[in-house]
């Protein structure tokens, strides 16, 4: 534990800062979960577009408050995009 004032308020900030940022990593993770569960189950196609519009605004947001890096972002997205447009092809 820290012994100075300043050092307990950063350790308090730390954890709340880290708490929210898993939050959105998780939400991210289950949207991505969710997708890749939907494309193997073939129900996909109806929902789709609106699948990709969640998935890429969670990322951008995460992007921009720098819960995630920019490049991981594209890669997730990438990827995500990736297996959606081959499902919905077949």
Not at 15 to 21: E, H, I, L, P
Not at 33 to 59: F, N, P, V, Y
Not at 68 to 80: H, L, Q, Y
Request: proline residues 1%; without cysteine; charged residues 30%.
């Amino acid at each position: 534990m820290p012994n100075k004032q300043a050092s307990i308020k950063h350790l308090r900030q730390t954890v709340k800062r880290t708490k929210s940022n898993n939050l959105v990593k998780r939400n991210i993770k289950q949207l991505v979960k969710t997708g890749h569960q939907a494309i193997i189950e073939g129900s996909i196609k109806d929902q789709h577009q609106e699948m990709a519009k969640k998935l890429q605004k969670a990322i951008d947001k995460a992007v921009k408050a720098g819960i995630i890096k920019k490049n991981t972002g594209n890669r997730k997205k990438a990827r995500f995009m990736k297996s959606l447009n081959k499902a919905v092809v077949k």
